[in-house]
């Protein structure tokens, strides 16, 4: 059933929504309201013919996945497990990081999400190759206690204890961060 809505939807071709964020919209529209729940490598292929823009791929968990997605054209990768809630069961992203940065060799951006909630996860995150981090509950928590003022007091939390984390470790600046400051047990 879902393969014949997918052939119906692939049908359309890709140089109609080419250049075009209204018509690109509208073909997200579709992807959506066809119920199909697999995404798949070939989808990234025809993204990257009706997208112009840059393009960045969330959730990837491996190195392998990584690699290929930079190779489809990817200019940058986080790195997530969308923070549990999809499998639970699956590897967390802070782990997953070492591996992803090693495999996409400095060629794109490397971000990651999943159980960031105090600046200390914010610098090992960036210790171990993110070059930067995102934030999906912890900012949320803010917003339901406080509104828009608890966002900004929740990012302000974030931002202190990460840079009282840099003092502690005696570094200068976020640029400096690298993995000789963080302990990496051998069985990762
Ligand atoms: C209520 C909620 C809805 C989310 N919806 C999506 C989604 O539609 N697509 C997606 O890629 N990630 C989704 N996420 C995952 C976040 O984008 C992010 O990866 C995750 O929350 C990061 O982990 P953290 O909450 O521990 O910071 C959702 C997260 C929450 C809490």
Redesign the pocket.
């Known amino acids: 059933m879902a393969r014949c809505v997918l052939a119906g939807w692939r049908s359309t071709s890709p140089g109609k929504y080419r250049g075009s964020r209204k018509r690109a919209d509208a073909a997200c529209g579709r992807w959506r309201r066809s119920g199909r729940s697999v995404v798949t490598w070939e989808d990234l292929r025809w993204l990257r013919e009706v997208w112009p823009g840059r393009i960045i791929v ?2 990837v968990l491996t190195g392998d996945d990584a690699r290929r997605a930079v190779d489809q054209g990817a200019a940058a990768i986080v790195v ?1 497990n ?2 549990g ?1 999809q499998l639970d069961g699956v590897s967390a992203s802070i782990r997953a990081l070492p591996e992803i940065v090693a495999a996409v060799n400095n060629q794109v951006e490397v971000l990651v ?4 909630r105090r600046g200390a996860d914010i610098v090992k995150a960036l210790c171990l190759g993110a070059k930067a981090v ?5 900012y ?1 928590y803010g917003l339901a206690a406080a509104g828009q003022p608890g966002v900004a007091r929740a990012l302000k939390i974030l931002q202190a204890d990460a840079d009282r984390t840099l003092r502690l470790l005696g570094c200068p600046s976020v640029a400096d961060l690298n993995s000789s400051y963080v302990d990496v047990p051998a069985d990762w």
């Open positions: 969330k959730g997530s969308h923070g809630r999400d999943g159980g960031i995102l934030l999906g509950r912890a949320a």
